[in-house]
C-alpha cells in the first residue's frame, strides 16, 4: 500500500505506516495537520512547509517525513483533512452548495489547490458521493450529472473566493473603488447593458452567496427542477449561510 494513501484514508480502516527504523511514532498525524491547517488558516498557503510545521513541535522538518511524507503529500492530507462533510450530509442543492461555500470561506486556500491537484481522500469523495446521491434523488438525467456536478463545484469556489477576498477589504477600499466606478462620465453610455444589470443584493458584502443561491436556481431550472420539489433531497428547503 502507498504510505501517503494510507495516512488518506487512516480513518477509514488503513493502516498508518510506521517507521522500521528509528524512535516509536511521537506525534500525531491529526494534530501535525490541524497545526499546518491553522497555519494556513491565518498566513497563507505559501507560509506552509515541512519546516515551518515541524517548528512547532520542536521538531526538524526531517523528522516530520515519516508521518506525512513530501509537501506535496503534506498539502493534499491538508487538502482533505480541512473538508470533511458535514453531518447530516445535505440534503438538497442549495444545503449542499451552502456547506461547500462555509468550508472555503473558513479555509480560503482550499481555492488555491489546482483541481489538478486531487486529494484522492475520502472526505474528498464524500463530497462527490453526497452531490451525485441529491441529483440520483431528483431524478436528473445520468447524462447531465457530470455537467451539473463541474457547475456546482466552480460556482461554488468562485463566490467563496471572491467572498474570502471580500473579508479584507476597508471602507477606503470601498470609497476608492466607487470614485473608479464614477470616473468615467460617459460609462453608462458605452455600457449601458452591464451597468442596468439588477444586482442580487442590496450588500455588495452578501453579494457572492447570494449570486451562489441564484446560479443554483438557475441550474435547478436548466434541470428541469422545480423550486417547490416536494421529493426527497429536492430544493424545497432554503438554508442560509451559516455562522
Same mark, same amino acid.
Do not use: C
Given at each position: 500500500?502507498?504510505?501517503?494513501?494510507?495516512?488518506?484514508?487512516?480513518?477509514?480502516?488503513?493502516?498508518?505506516?510506521?517507521?522500521?527504523?528509528?524512535?516509536?511514532?511521537?506525534?500525531?498525524?491529526?494534530?501535525?495537520?490541524?497545526?499546518?491547517?491553522?497555519?494556513?488558516?491565518?498566513?497563507?498557503?505559501?507560509?506552509?512547509?515541512?519546516?515551518?510545521?515541524?517548528?512547532?513541535?520542536?521538531?526538524?522538518?526531517?523528522?516530520?517525513?515519516?508521518?506525512?511524507?513530501?509537501?506535496?503529500?503534506?498539502?493534499?492530507?491538508?487538502?482533505?483533512?480541512?473538508?470533511?462533510?458535514?453531518?447530516?450530509?445535505?440534503?438538497?442543492?442549495?444545503?449542499?452548495?451552502?456547506?461547500?461555500?462555509?468550508?472555503?470561506?473558513?479555509?480560503?486556500?482550499?481555492?488555491?489547490?489546482?483541481?489538478?491537484?486531487?486529494?484522492?481522500?475520502?472526505?474528498?469523495?464524500?463530497?462527490?458521493?453526497?452531490?451525485?446521491?441529491?441529483?440520483?434523488?431528483?431524478?436528473?438525467?445520468?447524462?447531465?450529472?457530470?455537467?451539473?456536478?463541474?457547475?456546482?463545484?466552480?460556482?461554488?469556489?468562485?463566490?467563496?473566493?471572491?467572498?474570502? !477576498?471580500?473579508?479584507?477589504? =476597508? /471602507?477606503?477600499?470601498? #470609497? &476608492?473603488?466607487? @470614485?473608479?466606478?464614477? %470616473?468615467?462620465? $460617459?460609462?453608462?453610455?458605452?455600457?449601458?447593458?452591464?451597468? !442596468?444589470?439588477?444586482?442580487? =443584493? /442590496?450588500?455588495?458584502? #452578501? &453579494?457572492?452567496? @447570494?449570486?451562489?443561491? %441564484?446560479?443554483? $436556481?438557475?441550474?435547478?431550472?436548466?434541470?428541469?427542477?422545480?423550486?417547490?420539489?416536494?421529493?426527497?433531497?429536492?430544493?424545497?428547503?432554503?438554508?442560509?449561510?451559516?455562522?
Amino acid at each position: 500500500m502507498d504510505p501517503h494513501l494510507a495516512r488518506l484514508w487512516r480513518h477509514r480502516g488503513l493502516t498508518l505506516p510506521t517507521p522500521r527504523r528509528g524512535p516509536r511514532q511521537q506525534l500525531d498525524l491529526d494534530d501535525i495537520l490541524d497545526t499546518a491547517i491553522a497555519i494556513a488558516d491565518t498566513s497563507g498557503l505559501d507560509a506552509v512547509s515541512t519546516r515551518a510545521v515541524a517548528a512547532r513541535f520542536d521538531k526538524t522538518a526531517m523528522a516530520l517525513y515519516p508521518y506525512v511524507g513530501d509537501k506535496e503529500n503534506l498539502l493534499a492530507l491538508m487538502q482533505d483533512h480541512a473538508a470533511p462533510l458535514p453531518a447530516p450530509a445535505p440534503g438538497d442543492l442549495r444545503a449542499w452548495a451552502t456547506a461547500l461555500y462555509e468550508v472555503y470561506l473558513a479555509h480560503p486556500w482550499l481555492t488555491e489547490r489546482s483541481w489538478a491537484r486531487s486529494s484522492q481522500g475520502p472526505n474528498e469523495q464524500d463530497w462527490m458521493e453526497s452531490l451525485l446521491g441529491i441529483l440520483d434523488r431528483l431524478g436528473v438525467d445520468p447524462v447531465m450529472r457530470a455537467p451539473a456536478v463541474t457547475m456546482l463545484y466552480a460556482t461554488t469556489r468562485a463566490t467563496a473566493q471572491t467572498a474570502a !477576498a471580500y473579508q479584507h477589504l =476597508t /471602507a477606503a477600499d470601498e #470609497e &476608492a473603488w466607487v @470614485a473608479r466606478a464614477t %470616473a468615467i462620465p $460617459d460609462f453608462a453610455e458605452r455600457y449601458p447593458l452591464s451597468t !442596468a444589470l439588477p444586482p442580487v =443584493t /442590496a450588500d455588495w458584502r #452578501e &453579494a457572492p452567496f @447570494a449570486g451562489l443561491m %441564484a446560479a443554483v $436556481d438557475v441550474l435547478a431550472a436548466g434541470l428541469g427542477l422545480s423550486p417547490d420539489d416536494p421529493r426527497p433531497g429536492g430544493s424545497a428547503a432554503r438554508p442560509g449561510p451559516q455562522g
